[in-house]
């Protein structure tokens, strides 16, 4: 039986007719970007997170970039972020000339807040915390240093969908929470999209401005922002998925803890689930010092894998700038060299993953 690490098309067949419905009421609309579809989407997502304004853009990657745009972070100021974190989340920081401090992750693969005051510095504004495959940081003691140093709180949420910290939404902690809609998410479009949620009126109006060229009215520019917006499509099949979300986070939940309860080979590490914490299992990770074998001995047997993330964003070669190499952060590199994804996905049948348990027990 050939497994794949990810399935988009079984999150699709299961609800076809409702989304082959809503992109022919779309289509057959005449009316395509910024309408009633979006209009709706923000309405329900912001309710779903529990935040009070919700605006569609294009991407995650938009939704972060604008985040430290509209809240003023720029050249000389510092973000601080996990170092084990997927390369987007560093670019929202560079690309207004900010730079990212990194910090090591804990054994949860987020941010280890025991080592985050120490790197706070007078240039510090902001911290990002990402909500890596689907677990949510430690929030309280991360908020805590926001408000004790006047930082700017950002979150990635782009993994996190639905995961809470003490019950309370990723997303909804800080000033800003960012969201991915793309295709593999948990929450995800049939092609781009991405969100912010966010409780400060004004700061909503600034991202609705910003995404649209920096227009309030048409043609009456106040500054130069971006062409970021969800489209009226991607919008109104989200609002199927969102439909749906709650019954699809619970089958990964169930995926995970059969994953959790079955594997039982002392060569793999499994993940753990902080106190305070849920995970909505965005990814499935284990680790393993043998990873090429096991890579390979899975691969015989037609199991798919993915790595997440193979090279950490400083030692990627698009940011040589930043000027580290191999041991500046050894926890985030050891990660990097460890990490296995196995599949986990909505859909995923009884049978897949006995066939992927028994592959790994036995190796
Ligand atoms: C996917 C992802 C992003 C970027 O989202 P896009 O919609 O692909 O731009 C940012 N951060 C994290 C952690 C992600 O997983």
Request: with cysteine; hydrophobic share 35%.
């Amino acid at each position: 039986m050939k497994i794949m690490a990810n399935r988009m098309d079984r999150g699709f067949f299961r609800y076809q007719k409702e989304f082959e419905d809503k992109a022919l009421e779309v289509l057959r609309s005449g009316w395509y970007v910024l309408g009633n579809e979006v209009k709706s989407f923000e309405e329900e997502f912001a309710a779903y997170t529990g935040s009070r304004y919700c605006v569609g853009l294009a991407s995650g990657l938009d939704a972060l970039w604008i985040a430290f745009r509209v809240l003023g972070i720029g050249p000389g100021d510092e973000v601080l972020v996990q170092g084990n974190t997927y390369i987007a989340s560093v670019m929202g920081i560079t690309m207004n000339g900010a730079t990212p401090i990194f910090v090591e992750p804990d054994e949860y693969f987020n941010m280890d807040t025991a080592k985050l005051e120490e790197k706070i510095t007078e240039r510090t504004k902001a911290i990002l915390a990402v909500h890596l495959y689907g677990q949510a940081s430690k929030m309280d003691t991360i908020s805590d240093l926001a408000k004790k140093y006047n930082l700017k709180l950002v979150e990635d949420c782009a993994q996190s969908h639905g995961a809470r910290f003490d019950g309370q939404m990723t997303g909804t902690f800080g000033d800003v929470g960012c969201f991915s809609f793309y295709p593999s998410k948990n929450i995800g479009a049939f092609g781009d999209g991405g969100a912010v949620v966010l409780k400060d009126k004004k700061l909503a109006e600034d991202f609705r401005i910003f995404r649209n060229y920096g227009s309030e009215k048409r043609y009456y520019n106040k500054l130069v922002g971006a062409n970021s917006r969800l489209d009226e499509l991607q919008a109104g099949l989200l609002r199927v998925r969102l439909r749906h979300t709650e019954e699809c986070e619970r089958e990964r939940c169930r995926i995970a803890e059969r994953y959790l309860k079955e594997l039982k080979n002392p060569k793999l590490l499994l993940p753990g689930v902080r106190e305070g914490a849920t995970a909505v299992w965005h990814q499935f990770v284990i680790r393993t010092s043998r990873r090429e074998e096991l890579i390979a001995y899975l691969n015989e047997r037609e199991i798919g894998t993915i790595i997440h993330y193979p090279i950490p964003p400083h030692l990627s070669e698009a940011y040589q700038g930043l000027g580290y190499g191999r041991g500046s952060f050894p926890i985030t590199e050891q990660y990097a060299d460890e990490v296995l994804s196995i599949p986990m996905y909505n859909g995923m049948t009884e049978e897949e993953q006995t066939c992927v348990i028994e592959a790994l027990n036995s190796f």
